[in-house]
């Protein structure tokens, strides 16, 4: 199959629209949609056709003895390299019957044609230097973008923000492996062309910007699929009920046996343009039943994943067995790291007098937990000891012993608990300039690169040889490069491309 083939395909989303874009690319393509197009009932002159203008006229079967027309449509040509895959292209605007999409696809491919495959659009445009594999990943991320945190992500890779930082950072690299090989020419006189002082700077440096990227992957990632969010707690405190509230659809079983919810079950929803993917969990308990226990162990995994847990008690329960399910789940959250939410349910068959009691006694059963050498402090909390033992601020332990109400079964304060969980997300400011790395396959790049880089520096510290540096350092070089494709094999291309739809 020739790479300049004529390819096309509908552009917009398949089914019954207003309008549809069908979309040519390559040599041929303003001929062939020349062959079937006309304007007040004539055919048009190649050489006459103006590109970047819209012309409107018909879509007619040339092979029908009485021609008949197909659609009346808005046809736009695009002269190379001024085009989205930066070949001669056609758009071609019809209405938005699939009877007529397929039939002007039909009349094409008869012309010549062939129907293009996922992201064939998006991956001639890369090869032909019309932006780096970063950013035709970034086309598809924009496509996919639900909310506005992830648009800005999108937007940014595709503009060339995140393409511009990995290429500085390369090209410093390349300087320092192109001195480093110098060295090896010259491997008989012992002298030293990369100053090894500047070597371990700029190591550091790029390990620290790498580092950086990394380290957003957690934050990109959560926005890209939703940040997590675990609802966790014993078995029949109600966490299907909350998931189901919350979503606003029965999506969970709820029941009054114990242990209902046996595998995890995870929905997105979007709280005020943020998506968050809530995870109901199975209940815990002790149980004997190797299923259930399957599912017990899951609840775990996803609460140290999840960025936000809600805690769930049983308001119907003693305060001795709600405290208890408290430290239970305090136990499994890493409270540094995570945000965790203490909610009672069931508040609308409560005992009051429960209320009251976790409302006064929790610093009291706190104690133990967080005071315990207090003693030698005379039993004053200062904010500095607490810190000192716990890594918190009191402030921010109080918040962990506070307890909001709801009852997910009535939906009574479901909408104050969600505003929670939007007011305790810490989102990075995402403005324009912020590089977020929201993709897998780039996450395990840098890692990887970051990686090659420590072995340089391991390799500097235990004197290695220029050419053993240099090879580490190429390895780095290959990671970072094959992010914007600089260094790319077909295999990976076909994988990137392969996900877009097709007339991306
Ligand atoms: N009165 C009252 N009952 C509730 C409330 N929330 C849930 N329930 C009831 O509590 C029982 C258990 O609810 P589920 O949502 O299945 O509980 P769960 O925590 O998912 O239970 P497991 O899946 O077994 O861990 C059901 O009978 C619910 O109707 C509430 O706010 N008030
Ligand atoms: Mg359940």
Same mark, same amino acid.
Not at 256 to 261: A, K, Q, R, V, Y
């Given at each position: 199959m020739s790479k300049n083939d004529t390819i096309c395909a509908v552009s917009t989303a398949s089914g019954v629209g207003a309008i549809a874009v069908i979309r040519l690319s390559g040599a041929e393509s303003h001929k062939i949609a020349l062959f079937i197009f006309r304007k007040k009932g004539k055919q048009l002159d190649i050489n006459d056709i103006e590109p970047n203008k819209a012309y409107y006229g018909e879509i007619f079967d040339p092979i029908k003895d009485d021609k008949p027309m197909v659609d009346d449509v808005l046809i736009t040509f695009f002269k190379a390299p001024h085009s989205y895959t930066g070949e001669d292209s056609v758009e071609i605007s019809c209405h938005g019957s699939v009877f007529i999409q397929q039939k002007i696809l039909e009349l094409l491919v008869v012309r010549g044609c062939r129907l293009a495959k996922p992201g064939e659009f998006s991956k001639r445009a890369f090869i032909n230097d019309k932006f780096d594999l970063a950013q035709a990943e970034a086309v598809a991320d924009l496509i996919a973008s639900q909310n506005e945190a992830e648009h800005r992500i999108a937007v940014n890779q595709l503009k060339g923000g995140f393409s511009n930082e990995l290429r500085d950072l390369r090209s410093k690299l390349v300087d320092l492996t192109s001195l480093l090989e110098l060295e090896l020419d010259f491997s008989e006189e012992d002298v030293e062309f990369a100053d090894r002082t500047k070597l371990y700077e700029l190591l550091n440096t790029a390990l620290k910007h790498i580092g950086k990227l990394t380290d957003s992957f957690r934050m990109g990632n959560a926005i890209k699929n939703g940040i997590p969010v675990a609802i966790v707690g014993e078995t029949n405190t109600g966490k299907s009920t909350l998931l189901n509230a919350i979503l606003g659809e029965e999506r969970a079983i709820v029941s009054?046996?114990?242990? $209902? $919810?046996r595998d995890t079950i995870e929905e997105t929803f979007n709280i005020d343009g943020l998506m968050y993917r809530f995870i109901d969990t199975a209940g815990i308990r002790e149980t004997s039943e190797t299923i259930e226990k399957i599912g017990i162990e899951r609840t775990f995994k996803k609460i140290s994943e999840a960025d936000i847990v809600i805690g769930m008690l049983d308001g119907t329960k003693s305060v001795k067995k709600i405290i208890e399910a408290w430290k239970t789940i305090v136990s499994h959250v890493n409270v540094l790291k995570q945000k965790l939410l203490i909610i009672v349910n069931k508040q609308d068959i409560m005992d009051v007098a429960t209320m009251f009691t976790l409302n006064d006694d929790y610093i009291d059963y706190m104690k133990p937990t967080f005071e315990k050498n207090i003693e030698n402090y005379g039993g004053y909390m200062t904010d500095e000891y607490c810190y000192s033992i716990t890594g918190m601020d009191l402030y921010d332990i109080r918040e962990l012993m506070t307890f909001s109400y709801i009852s997910a079964k009535n939906q009574e304060d479901v909408d104050g608990l969600k505003q929670n969980i939007h007011h305790c997300t810490t989102l990075p400011n995402i403005d324009g300039s912020t590089t977020l790395v929201a993709n897998i396959r780039h996450f395990e790049a840098l890692t990887h690169a970051k990686e090659s880089l420590e072995q340089v520096k391991k390799g500097m510290d235990d004197k290695l040889s220029a050419d053993l540096l240099a090879q580490d350092l190429r390895q780095a070089l290959y990671y970072i490069g094959s992010i914007t494709g600089e260094v790319t094999n077909s295999e990976v291309l076909g994988n990137i491309f392969g996900r877009f739809c097709i007339g991306k």
């Open positions: 009054d046996i114990e242990g $209902t $919810t």
